[in-house]
């Protein structure tokens, strides 16, 4: 029986996490996610979700908590945005290089300084590099879903993962979600069996200091040295692809909704040029897509849902024919240019795709990104390509920079 709400996206994610029943939750607030840890809160409260809620005094104690959690065997969620995100720096490390299967939530806004409450993807882009699983959301149904999928993923490769969504544009904006009941979730997500939980009738060392080369133990056992470490993490990473293309096909037999795998494609079949961004900012993108078509402009768009690992072979494919492409991203490389502009021409290279890419940095601290501006930026792109300007650019959208 359908159960369609009409509810935040702060909502939608705490009704995942309360679906998937996490045994250990730990909050501090931050705007624009504040919202998200009071309704859990609120859940523990009421008798509704079964689980030890731990009230924290920062950021960084609380992913410790999720850590130390995991560590012995629960499952857990924590939520953040912005600086706090940046606060649990040294943690989001600890907590790949253990392989434990945290769920977050970052809810993305832009970070200080200057101070900004409001939306860009700084944050989490900022954190590419710390071995976590990220994936974007572009709409409050697929934040729910990506939520529990997010635990089936995290719970077979032993990597966390980040659920991130434009804080305000969907956090606090109330879109129809429908909310499956527990008995679906059960077939997707059953309870989670730690597959070598601590115990004190087997005492054992954690993270340990790891030396360069390999070296046997006590019991004469050759172990990993840290470079091995790392290379089991990275070839995980690469390796989850697959886990999250499957997750995401078994909740679309089960629920009737699919969000893509690692990306998702809009009116591509015959596209001449192809704009791309994460999370909402793509969806407002296939509204500009619409429009140029009405003008002739042969447009569609490619959605990156998942930003770590980067979706390379799918993106070659996806991008194959594209005569031009026009990236909007809400975050950008200090002394470059964005992360997904720069990821695009390396999966690129070699392959024999040579589209012009336009790289437009755009909604930088909530600034109001509307569709007739990616419009224009969309036609700016197709003039340039036809006037026979084949080279690669670095725009800012809707910035006075002279």
Sequence with gaps: MSDVRIIMGNEAAALAVKLARPGVIAAYPITPQTKLAEILSEYVEAGELKAEYVRVESEHSSLTVCIAASTVGARVFTATSSNGLLYMHEQLHWAAGSRLPVVMCCVNRGVGAPWSIFNDQQDSFSQRDTGWIQIYCRDNQEILDTVLQAYRIAEEVYLPVMVCYDGFVLSHTMMPVDVPDEELVRKFLPPYRPPDPLSPDRPVTINPVFFPSRRENAEGVLCDGYMEMRWKMQNALERSGETIRKASDEWAKLSGRDHGGMLWEYRTADA??????????????????????????????????????????????????????????????????GGVSSDLKAAFYGTGITAPIHDYIAGLGGRDVKTRELVEAGRATVAAVEAGDRENKLIWLNCRTE
């Design 272 to 337: 001449d040029l192809l704009l791309t961004g994460m999370g909402s900012i793509a969806t407002e993108a296939t509204l500009a897509a619409d429009a140029l078509r009405a003008e002739g402009i042969r447009a569609g768009v490619v959605g990156i849902r998942v930003f770590r690992p980067f979706p390379g072979k799918e993106a070659v494919r996806a991008f194959a024919k594209a005569r031009a492409v026009a990236v909007f991203e809400k975050c950008i490389s200090y002394g470059y240019e």
